[in-house]
C-alpha cells in the first residue's frame, strides 16, 4: 500500500531520527561485541521494522515497494548489521509466505512476523549450491502427512536467533533442475534440526550467518510453501524483490559516506588549506555523487514499476549490479580521501569498506545479476 506523502514524510523523518540518535552512536560498540543490544532490538520492534512489507491484515506496515526502498535507505545510514536484524523478516525470510503462502499458513506466522516476536531466516544456499540455486541437495521425502529432511544449509543469515525457516528442499530426486525443488516453512524447534555456531566474517558484525543441519527433520505436509516443484519460483521471486531492497539500502550506506568524507575533508588541512580546496579530492567526491544519483533513480523506478505491476527481474538484478558495486566504489574512494584515517578503525571508515564487500555477493553475485540482465536483455531483443 503507497503511504500518503504526510505519512510517508513522518515514518521517514522518524526512521532517520532513530538511525541518528540511537543506532549511529553503537555503530562501534556493535562492531566490537559483534551483538546486537536487546534494548535496540526491542525499540525496533515498536518502530514497526520488523513488519514494513507484511500485509496490514497481518499486523504489518504493508509498505510499497517504493515506501520500503525509501526506508531502507535511510537505514543504509548506519552500520548495515542493524538493518540486518529485521531484514529477514522484512525480505527474504517473509516474502516466500507473502507471495506463496496458503491462508491458514500466513495466519499463522505473519502476524508474529510483523511484530518481530518470531524471527525468519531463508534457507537456500549449501556447502554446494548458490549461485546455481536449482542444484540444492537438500532432500524431503514425502512419508505419510509429513515430509522428511535430511541436509545442510550455509552461509544462512540470522539463522542463530530464527524460529522459522524458509527451506529450499528438492522433493523429486528424478529431476535434477528446478523442476524438483520445494520450499518449506519449518520452524526452528523440530527435533532434527540443528544451528551450527556464528561464522567469523569480513566485516557486518552485530549480523550472523550460520549453517542449518537437518537430519530427519519431520515437517507437517501443510508447511510446505507453494506446489511440490514451485520451490525455485519462489526462490527467484524472493530475490527479485530482496534485490530492489538491498539496492537501496547501498544508495544509503553511499550517501552516509559521501556526507562523511565532505564533513572529513572541510576540517582537515594540507597545503595550508581544507581538502575540499583540491579539486582531485573534489573529483571524488563528484563521481561518489554521481553514481550514488544514478543508483538511487534506478532503483527508485524500478520500486515504482514493480508497485505498478511490472515484472522487473531485470531491472532488478540491475539495480542490485549498479548499487552493490557503486558502494564498494564509493567505499575505496571514502578511505582514499581520509587517508592515513581511513585505514585507522577508530573512524570507522575501514568498517564500513569491510561491511560494503558483501553487498557485491549475497542475494546473487554481481556475476549472477550480470546474466540475469544479459539474458533478459537478449531474449528482448535490446
Ligand atoms: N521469477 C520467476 N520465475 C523464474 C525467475 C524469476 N525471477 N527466474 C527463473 N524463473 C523460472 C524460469 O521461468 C524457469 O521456469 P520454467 O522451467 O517453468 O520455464 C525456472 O525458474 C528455471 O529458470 P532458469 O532455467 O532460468 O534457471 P537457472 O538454473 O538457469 O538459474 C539463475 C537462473 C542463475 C538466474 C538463478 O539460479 C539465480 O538467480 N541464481 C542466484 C541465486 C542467488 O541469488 N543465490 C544467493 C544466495 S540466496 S541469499
Redesign the pocket.
Known sequence: MALDLETREQLIETVRRFVSERLRPLEAKVAEDDAMPDEIVQEMKELGLFGLSIPEAYGGLDLSMEDECLVALELGRTSPAFRSTFGTNVG?GSQGLVMFGTDEQKARYLPKIASGEIITS?A??EPEA??????VQTRAVLDGDHYVLNGSKR?I?NANKADLFTVMTRTDQTKP???GVSAFLVERNLPGLSVGKPEKKMGQQGAHVCDVIFENVRVPVENRLGKEGEG??V???V??R??LHISAVCVGVAERLIADCVAYASERKQFGQALTGFQLIQGMIADCKTEALAAKALTMETARRRDAGE?V?MEA?ASKYFASEMVGRVADRAVQIFGGAGYIADYGIERFYRDVRIFR?????SQ?QQ??IA?ETLKRGG
Open positions: 527474504i531463508f537456500l544456499t548458490g549461485s546455481d540455486s536449482a542444484a552461509y543469515t533442475g528446478a523442476g525455485f519460483k526462490a527467484m521471486q530475490l527479485d530482496g534485490r515484472s527481474t538484478a555477493i549475497y542475494e546473487g553475485t549472477i546474466v540475469v539474458r
